[in-house]
């Protein structure tokens, strides 16, 4: 049965709230959410709520928003559903200092990290359409928080340079110490120009170019990529990896994309904003 307006209205309100919240560092528990909300809802199951918070997770990532930890995107969302989660962001005064305060906020690199927890597997990229809505919907919004948070300086920094230690211990967990200590975090030491951050190495020395994308939020969250790097994603697809940084304030995660981007990401084709629904 198709979602009423009304009710659409109410999930979308609590998403927001909750999202607001977590982005502030409050807590909340998602279980007493669900429980008031079935009270506004039409006999809605849990797992159908679930659902829906999975969808307005994928509409707000396409507004420019953070999505909240645990409700992984699912981008068949309906139109009705777009149409709501943009109608409601723009009233929410809060939501936006509070997004706006996340991606602004410094980082810095972890003192103690346990590198065997950190590799990840990587989204699966998706080709599962939505429901058409107006192209010019999701300009309207004033601000893509995804974007700014792609442009803090200190986060992506602090991301490269938890990268150069992941790899010193990659290497010297093969056995490699000298090539270990030949990594090199090159976007400091030779400029940002080259397409890649961080010089490493395969276990038998041939180099390893890894660009570094870093976010705060979650494994799904889009990224940047620039014109040079999707080149060199082409060019050098044997030598080029692109790690992807995900939780990084609360406990520090990766993935790696091997190769051509374009193989496992959906690109757009002004902004090469890359995601994977």
């Known amino acids: 049965m198709d979602w009423s307006r009304e ?46 918070h999975c969808n307005i997770s994928a509409a707000m990532i396409d507004l420019g928003f953070p999505y909240i930890r645990g409700y992984q995107p699912r981008s068949n969302y309906q139109a009705l559903l777009a149409i709501v989660a943009e109608e409601q962001v723009r ?45 010019l919907l999701f300009r309207a919004v004033k601000r893509d928080y995804l974007e700014r948070e792609a442009q803090n300086s200190s986060l992506g920094l602090a991301g490269e340079e938890f990268v150069v230690q992941f790899e010193h211990w990659r290497l010297v ?65 044997d030598q080029f990896h692109l790690y992807r940084l995900f939780e990084f304030r609360k406990s520090p995660r990766l993935f790696d994309l091997p190769g051509s981007l374009d193989q496992h990401c959906l690109l757009d084709p002004v902004t090469y904003r890359a995601s994977f629904g």
């Open 7 to 52: 009710e659409v209205e109410a999930i979308v309100a609590d998403y927001l709230q909750m999202l607001t919240m977590e982005l502030a560092g409050q807590s909340f528990n998602k279980t007493q959410h669900r429980r008031w909300l079935q009270g506004k809802l039409n006999g809605r199951s849990d797992a159908s709520i679930e659902f829906k």
């Open 91 to 135: 009233g929410k005064i809060t939501l936006d200092h509070a997004a706006l305060a996340a991606v602004q906020q410094p980082a810095v690199v972890p003192t103690q990290t346990d590198f065997t927890k950190v590799k990840s597997e990587a989204p699966k990229k998706q080709h599962q359409a939505k429901e058409a809505v107006n192209p």
């Open 173 to 237: 967990g093969m056995g490699q110490h000298r090539l270990a200590d030949r990594v090199e975090h090159v976007s400091v030491s030779k400029g940002d120009g080259l397409g890649y951050d961080v010089l490493s190495f395969e276990s038998d020395g041939r180099e390893r170019l890894i660009e570094v994308k870093t976010t705060t939020f979650g494994r799904d969250t889009p990224f940047f990529v620039s014109r040079g790097e999707l080149a060199l994603s082409q060019g050098a697809k």
